[in-house]
T-cell receptor
Framework: DVKVTQSSRYLVKRTGEKVFLECVQD?????MFWYRQDPGLGLRLIYF???????EKGDIPEGYSVSREKKERFSLILESASTNQTSMYLC?????????????FGPGTRLTVL | AQKITQTQPGMFVQEKEAVTLDCTYD???????LFWYKQPSSGEMIFLIY??????QNATEGRYSLNFQKARKSANLVISASQLGDSAMYFC????????????????FGQGTILTVHP
């Protein structure tokens, strides 16, 4: 059974803390993605990676950074958490190419910043 | 401008009836793909159906079908014979071909539609 896992389902942090969200996939996918989901806004792409050590900004990268040291692992980092980063964070992975390959999602991490 | 628009924040349907969830998109790329995902209250995203811009026929997957009207730039999801388990948030998403380049599989999502199935 293919899987994308995320390190935590729920996380509570304080303003100014450094926060790490981890994502691991076991499907040998080249592409990995971080989204945040907010009511009425759908999912918005924060960052993505198409290969080890490669990263590209998505639509809302401000306040975030990412790391991909191994193919199966993609980390999202909030350097200094703020209350407006309270959200649901979803990681996804997918095969390279412009075909019909869908993205596979992890269960999500609901982050609350106090 | 919104690339993907879902104009129905919420929809209600009676069990066993059919329901259509609307999705319109905007792109100038001739090569693109359209996806529908289901998100139950548990939070996981479940892939339902895919339609490619060059596909001649509307996609179908079991009780799900995609009413693809290319000229109108719409890709509505039709769920036939609704079940209580269909109650969830539904997202429409688009992958653009990046005008011949590599899109890396990025998806742009709509705002979502919450579907409630009544017994």
């Amino acid at each position: 059974d293919v899987k994308v896992t995320q390190s935590s389902r729920y996380l509570v942090k304080r303003t100014g803390e450094k926060v790490f969200l981890e994502c691991v996939q076991d499907m040998d996918h080249e592409n990995m993605f971080w989204y945040r989901q907010d009511p009425g806004l759908g999912l918005r792409l924060i960052y993505f990676s198409y290969d080890v050590k490669m990263k590209e900004k998505g639509d809302i990268p401000e306040g975030y950074s990412v790391s991909r040291e191994k193919k199966e692992r993609f980390s999202l980092i909030l350097e200094s958490a703020s209350t407006n980063q309270t959200s649901m964070y979803l990681c996804a992975s997918g095969r390279r190419g412009n075909s019909y390959n869908e993205q596979f999602f992890g269960p999500g991490t609901r982050l609350t910043v106090l | 401008a919104q690339k993907i628009t879902q104009t129905q924040p919420g929809m209600f349907v009676q069990e066993k009836e059919a329901v259509t969830l609307d999705c319109t998109y905007d792109t100038s790329d001739p090569s693109y793909g359209l996806f529908w995902y289901k998100q139950p209250s548990s939070g996981e995203m479940i892939f339902l159906i895919y339609q490619g811009s060059y596909d001649q026929q509307n996609a179908t997957e079991g009780r799900y079908s995609l009413n693809f009207q290319k000229a109108r730039k719409s890709a509505n999801l039709v769920i036939s014979a609704s079940q209580l388990g269909d109650s969830a948030m539904y997202f429409c998403a688009m992958r653009e071909g990046n005008l011949g380049g590599t899109s890396y599989g990025k998806l742009t999502f709509g705002q979502g539609t919450i579907l409630t199935v009544h017994p």
